[in-house]
């Protein structure tokens, strides 16, 4: 459980009462518990408050470095519907449990991306792409890709044009290329330009300009996330 990706995305979803991303982390000291603030959150996760639940899972997870108090939290949260919760514990199920329990992982995944939950949009197209949990379906990672990309994930982004690309989809392909490139120069990191030039081969010159204008259009609709961490 003492994974990093989980650490990141915790500290950016309880930021914001623990149901939106994409805003800076915050120190994890910052979820000490007294006696009596462990008592009153234990009191009303147990009558539902899922905040309360994932207060608790964030204090076992970082402060007394207890995974079966972790976890016990987490679990509960994400019964009472927490869409992070859910999120993490499917990372957890996934990557931190012996055989992974990717069926598991699937389940929370798609209710944590149907909430809104790009990241966990983007592990649901990963699974969908590479057939964990779920039998390969391209044509769902496509919709999945494009869903997180348009949350401002930049690497769904290119992973979508990759695979729009391959499908022959050059269209949609270069237009994601081109934002992620974009972003990619605004965050001053290296730009995957092969990608680029790849799904812009089969086009014509005419063709490229009508859709970096197209590009350009749809690049000031989807959300700007600065840390690269969440991309």
Same mark, same amino acid.
Request: proline share 2%.
């Given at each position: ?20 991303? +994409? !805003?800076?982390?915050? $120190? %994890?000291?910052?979820? @000490?518990?007294? *006696? =009596? ?97 779920? +039998? !390969?379906?391209?044509? $769902? %990672?496509?919709?999945? @890709?494009?869903? *997180? =990309? ?82």
């Amino acid at each position: 459980m003492k994974n990093r990706f989980i650490l990141c995305y915790v500290l950016i979803a309880f930021a914001l009462n623990a149901f939106a991303d +994409d !805003v800076p982390l915050t $120190s %994890a000291s910052s979820y @000490y518990l007294s *006696a =009596a603030d462990i008592t009153n959150n234990i009191e009303r996760a147990n009558h539902g408050d899922a905040g309360a639940a994932l207060r608790l899972y964030l204090f076992y997870e970082f402060i007394p470095n207890s995974e079966t108090n972790s976890v016990y939290w987490l679990k509960k949260a994400s019964d009472l519907g927490n869409v992070t919760a859910e999120y993490n514990l499917a990372f957890y199920y996934e990557n931190d449990v012996h055989p992974p329990q990717y069926k598991e992982a699937m389940k929370l995944y798609r209710s944590s991306a149907k909430k809104g939950n790009g990241q966990a949009m983007r592990a649901l197209a990963e699974n969908y792409e590479k057939g964990r949990g779920t +039998d !390969v379906s391209i044509d $769902s %990672a496509i919709d999945w @890709y494009e869903k *997180a =990309a348009r949350k401002g994930k930049v690497f769904s982004m290119e992973h979508a044009a990759s695979l729009l690309d391959e499908q022959h989809e050059n269209k949609r392909a270069y237009v994601w290329a081109k934002i992620a490139a974009s972003r990619c120069e605004r965050a001053h990191l290296k730009r995957n330009d092969s990608l680029l030039t790849t799904t812009a081969s089969n086009l014509t010159t005419n063709v490229i300009a009508k859709l970096d204008d197209r590009a350009m259009r749809l690049d000031k609709e989807i959300p700007y996330i600065e840390s690269y961490i969440d991309w």
